[in-house]
């Protein structure tokens, strides 16, 4: 592990006794910054830097400006972190404030390891004019510069307003707690600009975060939030030149995860009970799922090894891609390549969704951003037809051409240019409208085309699909796979 700026670290968990922290580190409990990092973190890990710091110009002065930044331990894993006091100027951030932040932030990225954020801020100070805008630049360009490299990771505790929102949305995840809210201008101003009337929660709060991507966990309180932060590194390495931390082994969810599927095909049913059926029992943390859901995203294991697991998700709009799930699927495909997170991917999709509403979205621009995600990934990626996957969703769900390093398919499943009814429509359109009983020739019709194009047999033959397995033993050949395939350099993203 890459060793951390001497003297603001944690010692390991087998290094031994720790030495008592100098008496001038040590920070009054009262603090709500304190309180917070220590509700997140190893009892006794903080060792704040800056503690003496003040501002130039606040009335009413306070050592550390009103933020905590320092190190700390999670789980014994050293981190980085930074909480801000909502009782202190309401959060504002003034310049140094700021370069208490940007500092812990530099020295997270120079160390190799996470950082994390608990935010409450009421966005930059008044009385210090553009210095403290200044201020949320310096953060804004540690966050970039540590981008790829380490975790970053925000807790949004409170309201946080203006610049304060920017810094949690250029980190790679966001945990929001129930109650607290972010928006770039308060209801105040919407009200006075706008002539709308809404309150923080209707503006930005977690019901309007959670469902446009910007937080991708929501927490009942705090300690939740803690404790959510705590599972997300349990999958996350220190940075991305390590691999992820490996668990032990556990057993399937689910003995075999075709009894998750409807004996119809043309029934809905939750991907997330597939997905949880392949991975080790109790692993699955989804994420996002109130953004888009019709594509799933989560973080699991697989014989103790974390993996992303990104799928279709038919029990909503029937699995079809529009252009918030391409968006969705793009920034999750990224996450796992960014920190050598395997890619498990489930298919079970009829295809873009078409129409005027989703061209005016940019369904073209998101969609061939997913395309674009999946192609350039350099981890691991392990697809599973589990249904159906026709058009252009054949080929951006990591297809063979696309990347993907193994393609299974469970027996009965269908690809193509689109369905079998759909296709003899286009083909024989003519000649329906002409038939006296035009249901019997569309499925005779359909059965033919089906049998010769669409049949995963026919698939396998041309070798777009490596293997159809049993689904009772699809998680052995996605383990086996993972195995083979562990020693993949990811050099795109390694320093």
Not at 53 to 78: E, F, K, L
Not at 178 to 196: I, Q, R
Not at 422 to 440: F, P, T, W, Y
Request: hydrophobic share 45%.
């Amino acid at each position: 592990m890459t060793p951390h700026a001497a003297g603001l670290h944690a010692l390991p968990a087998d290094a031994g006794p720790e030495p008592a922290p100098p008496p001038q580190l040590r920070l009054a409990s009262p603090d709500v910054g304190v309180r917070r990092i220590e509700a997140l973190c190893d009892p006794g890990s903080l060792r704040a830097i800056r503690t003496a710091v003040t501002s130039p110009s606040a009335r009413r002065r306070r050592p550390n400006d009103g933020v905590v930044a320092g190190s700390a331990a999670i789980d014994g894993r050293p981190v980085y972190v930074y909480a801000q006091d909502p009782t202190y100027l309401g959060g504002s951030l003034g310049a140094r404030h700021a370069e208490s932040i940007a500092r812990v932030l530099r020295l997270a990225d120079e160390s190799g390891v996470p950082s994390i954020g608990l935010v409450q801020s009421g966005g930059a100070r008044m009385d210090e004019g553009v210095a403290a805008l200044e201020g949320y630049g310096h953060i804004f360009r540690a966050h970039v510069a540590a981008a790829g490299w380490i975790p970053q990771i925000s807790i949004i505790c409170g309201t946080s307003a203006g610049g304060g929102c920017y810094s949690p949305a250029l980190t790679d995840l966001v945990v929001m707690c129930d109650g607290a809210s972010m928006f770039l201008t308060g209801p105040g101003v919407v009200k006075e600009a706008l002539g709308e009337d809404v309150s923080k929660e209707q503006l930005g709060g977690p019901a309007v975060h959670g469902a446009n991507g910007v937080a991708q966990l929501i927490a009942g309180d705090e300690h939740d939030a803690g404790r959510r932060v705590r599972d997300l590194l349990s999958y996350l390495p220190q940075n991305s030149s390590e691999e992820p931390p490996l668990g032990a082994p556990g057993a399937p969810g689910a003995p075999d995860p075709c009894a998750c599927l409807p004996a119809s095909s043309r029934r809905v049913y939750d991907v997330g009970a597939v997905a949880r059926a392949i991975a080790d029992a109790g692993s699955e943390l989804e994420l996002a799922p109130r953004w888009a859901p019709n594509m799933y995203t989560a973080l699991a294991r697989i014989d103790g090894r974390p993996v992303g697991v990104i799928a279709n998700q038919p029990k909503h709009m029937a699995g079809v891609i529009d252009s918030p799930a391409s968006e969705k699927g793009a920034w999750f495909v990224d996450l796992c390549d960014r920190f050598g997170l395997p890619l498990v991917v489930l298919v079970d999709t009829p295809g873009f969704m078409p129409g005027t509403r989703e061209e005016s979205r940019g369904v073209i621009r998101l969609g061939a951003g997913l395309v674009r995600a999946f192609a350039r990934a350099r981890v691991p990626k392990v697809t599973v037809v589990l249904r159906k996957a026709f058009g252009g969703a054949f080929i951006t769900m990591n297809s063979r051409s696309l990347g993907a390093d193994l393609v299974l398919a469970w027996p009965g499943a269908e690809v193509g240019v689109m369905a079998a009814s759909q296709a003899v429509g286009v083909m024989h359109g003519r000649e329906l409208a002409a038939a006296e009983d035009a249901g019997a020739l569309r499925a005779e019709l359909a059965a033919a085309y089906a049998e010769e194009h669409t049949s995963i047999t026919v698939a396998a033959s041309h070798g777009f699909v490596d293997e159809v397995v049993d689904p009772a033993h699809t998680r052995d050949r996605i383990a086996e796979a993972l195995v083979a395939l562990r020693t993949r350099r990811r050099a795109r993203w390694a320093r």
